[in-house]
């Protein structure tokens, strides 16, 4: 099987809701790193297995729809407490939807929100 990975950094900001999480109720930011890997078992016709350039476009379009935003005001966070978890989820799901390269079959976000700690979402196609 075939991977490509890119990755990028932003800055967003984020409270916590329904629990008490000490400071991080309080709106506070993070400094995501945001690793994107596609796979699949065949290349295009022209050796890729996904046109990078394309998936930089798409990339860069969702990271600066949060960059130095507040992810509670989001209205796909709406109702959601604005965790890790559903953050890689909702960026997952908006890439898979926006990338339409037809041979890849698995797409996964892996979002860090600083050195130590991550989470990660998987679609399979």
Same mark, same amino acid.
């Given at each position: 099987?075939?991977?490509?990975?890119?990755?990028?950094?932003?800055?967003?900001?984020?409270?916590?809701? =329904?629990?008490?999480?000490?400071? *991080?109720? #309080?709106?506070?930011?993070?400094?995501? +790193? $945001?690793?994107?890997?596609?796979?699949?078992?065949?290349?295009?016709?022209?050796?890729?297995?996904?046109?990078?350039?394309?998936?930089?476009?798409?990339?860069?379009?969702?990271?600066?729809?949060?960059?130095?935003?507040?992810?509670?005001?989001?209205?796909?966070?709406? =109702?959601?407490?604005?965790?890790? *978890?559903? #953050?890689?989820?909702?960026?997952?799901? +908006? $890439?898979?939807?926006?990338?339409?390269?037809?041979?890849?079959?698995?797409?996964?976000?892996?979002?860090?929100?600083?050195?130590?700690?991550?989470?990660?979402?998987?679609?399979?196609?």
């Amino acid at each position: 099987m075939y991977s490509l990975g890119v990755r990028r950094e932003f800055i967003a900001r984020h409270f916590l809701i =329904g629990g008490d999480w000490g400071p *991080e109720n #309080f709106p506070n930011s993070h400094h995501y +790193t $945001l690793e994107l890997a596609l796979e699949g078992n065949k290349l295009d016709r022209h050796g890729y297995l996904v046109d990078i350039v394309d998936v930089e476009k798409h990339l860069d379009d969702v990271v600066n729809y949060y960059k130095e935003q507040m992810l509670n005001d989001k209205p796909e966070f709406d =109702g959601l407490n604005p965790s890790i *978890e559903h #953050f890689a989820r909702i960026l997952a799901t +908006t $890439l898979s939807g926006r990338i339409k390269a037809e041979n890849i079959s698995r797409l996964k976000v892996v979002l860090w929100e600083n050195a130590n700690a991550w989470a990660a979402y998987q679609i399979v196609r």
